[in-house]
Structures are given as structure tokens and as C-alpha cells.
């Protein structure tokens, strides 16, 4: 059974730095893409960001880009997130997820694996 645990989440204030971490189980976590993406109340969940699967085609939303940096521990099966300078427009539930595909890594519906996501506030 694949699971993907997200942790890291937490209430900041704006400029503030967290890093989100997903560990996964259950996969072969070197032959997947990962990609992280955020949810804010009364939104649709967004794409934030991804990287292949050896740390190559690195992508990010515009919103993100400068602020945020995505990396992978293949050795741990484990996904990051860094997050710096961080804005009240950062706050979202943050879910990891993995693909099979090796493109195109913003649309949701190529993800086949979910987290079940982590809270994170950033006040202002």
C-alpha cells in the first residue's frame, strides 16, 4: 500500500521560513516524479511545484519561484519543500503527490499518489 506523509506544516509569521517534508512507503520512490501542491480555503487546489525523478526538470509556479525550493532524497524516500519569505497568500493545506509521467507536471490529473496534506498559516 503506497502512502505519502506529509509533515513540517505550522503557523509563521509572514518572512518566516518553513521546510515541509513527504515521506513515502510502498513505491519504487526513485522511478516517480513528485510534485507539491497547495489548497486555500474556498480555492481550487494549485500547482506549486515538481522535480523528476533525479532531481532533474525542476518546476515552479510563478507565485512561488525565488521563495520556495523543491528537492528529493531518493536514498530516503523522501520529498522537501523550502519555503522562505513566506506570505499570508502561502497559506494552504500543501500535499505531496507522485507521477509516472515525465512532463507536464502541473496538471493534477497526472498525479496517482496523494498525501494527505499539511496546514500551513502564515499571518501577516
Known amino acids: 500500500q503506497v502512502q505519502m506523509v506529509e509533515s513540517g506544516g505550522g503557523l509563521v509569521q509572514a518572512g518566516e521560513s518553513l521546510r515541509l517534508s513527504c515521506k513515502t512507503s510502498?513505491?519504487?520512490?526513485?522511478?516517480?516524479?513528485l510534485g507539491w501542491f497547495r489548497q486555500a480555503p474556498g480555492k481550487e487546489r494549485e500547482f506549486v511545484s515538481a522535480i523528476g525523478r533525479r532531481s532533474d526538470g525542476i518546476v515552479y509556479a510563478d507565485s512561488v519561484k525565488g521563495r520556495f525550493t523543491i528537492s528529493r532524497n531518493n536514498a530516503v524516500n523522501t520529498l522537501y519543500l523550502q519555503m522562505d519569505s513566506l506570505k499570508p497568500d502561502d497559506t494552504a493545506v500543501y500535499y505531496c503527490a507522485a507521477t509516472v509521467y515525465h512532463a507536464n507536471y502541473h496538471e493534477m490529473g497526472r498525479y496517482l499518489y496523494w498525501g494527505q496534506g499539511t496546514q500551513v498559516t502564515v499571518s501577516s
Open positions: 510502498g513505491l519504487t520512490f526513485a522511478n516517480y516524479a
